[in-house]
């Protein structure tokens, strides 16, 4: 992410001709995403006129300032300004990934959608986070989790095709209950009868020969650790509801 101290310098912030400081970027990208997001994945975006201003010189004098809008100024950051032959194509916004988002196109409707490779680095943190080798309670695994969680929401929350989103909460649930039966281990049937699970479908699945990722999506295991049951745990849900 591109942090504030990068846009502030080196003009403190100041505000270009439109007006807009650096406190108010945040709000504006976010209601303005829509528009700013289809330009730069056309190639159309354009940068604001600058804003001259004189500055005092030590021994007398003035010189003149060029001050771009806080938006371009961002741009500059994310885009490095000099293009890359090699990584650069003209497509259509529906073809092209830009700060983790795509477009689908429905008809004239385009609308944001989390890239496939967004879903795949989203992935490999988790899997990387609730690695069984790492020897930690589901407490731990899950405060670490909500930290990454809230702040890919934070970013990815923007999207506007919420279904991959919502594959993604299920993945992460059956995750997390991969992990409590493999720390359970041989008093899985003990611990399923004590969540409610009654005793044939507990001995069911603790007796099942199939290991444990097939069996984190079982009827027995859902019922043990339902959703409610990791939110109460902390774990933030990544689509409002």
């Not at 930290?147 to 890919?152: C, D, F, N």
Request: hydrophobic share 35%; charged share 30%; glycine share 8%.
């Amino acid at each position: 992410m591109i942090s504030w101290r990068c846009i502030l310098s080196p003009n403190k912030g100041s505000a270009g001709i439109d007006g807009r400081t650096v406190y108010d970027l945040a709000a504006f990208v976010q209601q303005h995403w829509p528009r700013i997001g289809a330009q730069l994945l056309a190639g159309t975006y354009r940068p604001q006129p600058v804003r001259q201003v004189e500055i005092p010189k030590p021994k007398g004098g003035v010189r003149k300032l060029g001050i771009p809008t806080v938006l371009d100024r961002l741009m500059r950051r994310r885009l490095k300004l000099t293009v890359n032959e090699d990584k650069s194509a003209v497509g259509r916004p529906w073809e092209r990934v830009f700060l983790g988002f795509t477009f689908t196109r429905q008809g004239r409707e385009k609308r944001r959608k989390v890239s496939d490779d967004a879903i795949t680095q989203f992935k490999n943190r988790v899997r990387k986070i609730t690695r069984r080798t790492r020897g930690r309670t589901m407490q731990t695994v899950i405060d670490e989790l909500a930290v990454y969680l809230r702040g890919w929401k934070g970013h990815y929350g923007f999207a506007q095709v919420k279904s991959p989103i919502q594959d993604l909460e299920k993945w992460v649930r059956r995750k997390l209950r991969c992990y409590h039966l493999k720390q359970w281990g041989r008093s899985g049937y003990r611990q399923l009868c004590k969540r409610g699970v009654s005793v044939r479908l507990a001995w069911n699945t603790a007796k099942s020969a199939h290991g444990p990722w097939r069996l984190s999506r079982s009827p027995g295991l859902a019922q043990a650790l339902p959703r409610q049951y990791f939110m109460s745990m902390g774990l933030p849900d990544l689509v409002d509801r």
